[in-house]
């Protein structure tokens, strides 16, 4: 019998994708806020030509029928776009959860009540802090009032309010005050999400990155937290990706659930894929969602196993991890096939270790300064 040649090993075809179950409208780059850890990209002029209600009404018609259950509305402000009701009340009516990610910055009694008739599920407002100094401070803003106000809009019609508030090192020693203002409002949930460095917020990383001495106070102040209040506000504390040594499964996997879509129709895996080199990033101006979501470059691109590199293809953890984040491989090795350098099984990750090891120093005495985030002007065709 002849002997059978051992097989060359077959490219590994990813399995076609599952639904975008989680479906993010970031329905404009404008922000009357202008804060340092905004997640917003850098260059977001060239989202400038938002989508029109129309076009906007496609995408949320084409993305439910793909099978997306949970819709975010966000920005930038979503409230600075007078059509987020329309929008709002047409997602209803195609049968979405929806939840309102916001400064609060904008919502009136008047919009309030709008919003709810149109049957705006969820509301998610966002506070920099419990002191009035720092929130506007880091904001740019006097926004500290306005924001309590919202908040009591929120309770005063009935959604379930979820707060969050981004920690760094300015604000991590506040992490009881700030519990006790989300105590205070009636939050029934408050995300307690340190910076991650993507965004503004990388810009100005050497100052926003806490020590681990910071974090651990922090948390073991959440956790006395936790014992104390039981179920009557949740809290959740996220730590620095970089505090880690194992990567998060950022987005769940690329393509697997979530779909997000910029100002301008750039539809994405992540709403940071425009910063990733050599990604053929579609536009629902050009090109159906269903063939976007299924057959595009770049929603193909990080799907799947195939895509991998070692450490990551051998890994006994890559279905859980899908080799962590593909934007913070870029930022930190300088190529997205990388391990997220925040493994401790990457080549890179001591190159972490180092950042984190200069965050413990001291301060420069004369230390960058802040870099706060700007606006452009918009164009929106109506
Ligand atoms: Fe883009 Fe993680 S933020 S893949």
């Not at 997640?39 to 018609?61: A, G, H, K, M, S």
């Not at 929120?154 to 920690?167: E, F, G, S, T, Y």
């Not at 750039?266 to 910063?275: D, F, I, K, V, W």
């Not at 953890?317 to 593909?326: A, P, Y």
Request: net charge neutral; charged share 20%.
């Amino acid at each position: 019998m002849a002997a059978v040649a051992p097989s060359s090993p077959q490219p590994v075809q990813p399995a076609p994708p599952g639904p975008p179950l989680w479906l993010l409208a970031e329905l404009t780059y404008q922000c009357p806020l202008h804060c340092v850890f905004c997640y917003n990209p850098t260059d977001y002029t060239r989202y400038q030509r938002e989508l029109t209600t129309r076009e906007w009404i496609d995408v949320l018609t084409q993305a439910r029928a793909l099978g997306a259950a949970q819709l975010g509305f966000s920005g930038g402000e979503p409230l600075l776009r007078d059509d987020l009701e329309e929008l709002v009340a047409e997602a209803h009516r195609l049968g979405y959860y929806t939840n309102l990610l916001t400064s609060g910055i904008g919502l009136t009694e008047q919009r309030a009540r709008a919003l709810k008739d149109a049957g705006l599920d969820h509301v998610q407002l966002s506070f920099q802090d419990s002191t009035r100094e720092l929130n506007d401070f880091l904001s740019h803003t006097r926004t500290f009032e306005l924001k309590q106000r919202a908040a009591a809009l929120i309770k005063a019609h009935d959604w379930p309010m979820v707060m969050n508030c981004v920690l760094h090192k300015h604000n991590l020693p506040h992490v009881d005050k700030i519990i006790e203002m989300a105590l205070a409002l009636g939050a029934e949930y408050l995300e307690l999400a340190n910076t991650q460095y993507y965004g503004w917020a990388l810009q100005n990383r050497a100052q926003l990155l806490p020590t681990r001495a910071e974090l651990e106070a922090a948390e073991a102040v959440v956790q006395r937290y936790r014992e104390q209040i039981g179920q009557r506000c949740r809290l959740l504390y996220v730590v620095p990706d970089y505090f880690e040594d194992r990567p998060k499964a950022c987005m769940n996997g690329w393509g697997k659930v979530f779909l997000s879509i910029a100002p301008d129709g750039t539809a994405m895996p992540c709403h940071n894929a425009g910063e990733l080199p050599g990604l053929q990033l579609p536009n629902v101006r050009e090109q159906p969602l269903a063939s976007i979501w299924r057959d595009s470059q770049a929603f193909n691109a990080f799907r799947g196993y195939g895509w991998m590199k070692e450490p990551c293809s051998s890994c006994d953890e890559k279905e859980k991890d899908f080799g962590g984040c593909r934007c913070q491989a870029y930022l930190l090795a300088g190529d997205a096939r990388a391990a997220d350098p925040v493994c401790a099984k990457s080549p890179q990750h001591e190159q972490v270790l180092r950042i984190v090891r200069q965050g413990q120093s001291a301060p420069p005495a004369a230390p960058q300064p802040l870099v706060f985030r700007s606006n452009p002007p918009v164009r929106r065709p109506r």
